[in-house]
Structures are given as structure tokens and as C-alpha cells.
């Protein structure tokens, strides 16, 4: 099975210092398709590997969100 991920636009999303570490306050999303933004982890796209290759940006704008099997199928293993 291979991994798949959502894309953080970092240009977009908030980041605050909390308790001595960056932490997301407000997380912004790619959608399906590049198509966009949300702040909605339930509407942004899944990417595969593969599907991140072609993605285009500059360096460091945008970053991969893992997503777990158990979040994509609901099972443990």
C-alpha cells in the first residue's frame, strides 16, 4: 500500500509559538486536483507520491500531512 498525503500551503496557513514550539493555528489545505484552498482537512485532497512529483511551487511553500490507514479506511491494520 502506498503512502498518500495532503499538501499545507504554508504561504496561506497560520503558525503560532505555543509552549516553545510552532504550532498550526490555522492550517490551509490544498483541494483535489490542486484546485484551490480549505482549511477543511475533510475537503482537501489525497495525494500520492507520485501525484506530489508533478506538483509545482517554490522551495518551501508547501508541506506534506501523512495520512494514516486508519483515517483513509477506518481500520487499525
Do not use: H
Request: proline share 5%; aromatic share 14%; glycine share 10%.
Amino acid at each position: 500500500m502506498k503512502r498518500t498525503y495532503r499538501i499545507i500551503c504554508l504561504k496561506r496557513s497560520e503558525c503560532k509559538m505555543k509552549d516553545g514550539y510552532f504550532r498550526w493555528s490555522k492550517p490551509v489545505y490544498w483541494m483535489p486536483n490542486r484546485a484551490g484552498y480549505t482549511t477543511d482537512p475533510n475537503e482537501a485532497g489525497i495525494y500520492s507520491g507520485e501525484m506530489v512529483e508533478d506538483c509545482a511551487g517554490c522551495k518551501g511553500d508547501w508541506l506534506l500531512e501523512p495520512v494514516s490507514r486508519q483515517e483513509r479506511f477506518g481500520d487499525v491494520y
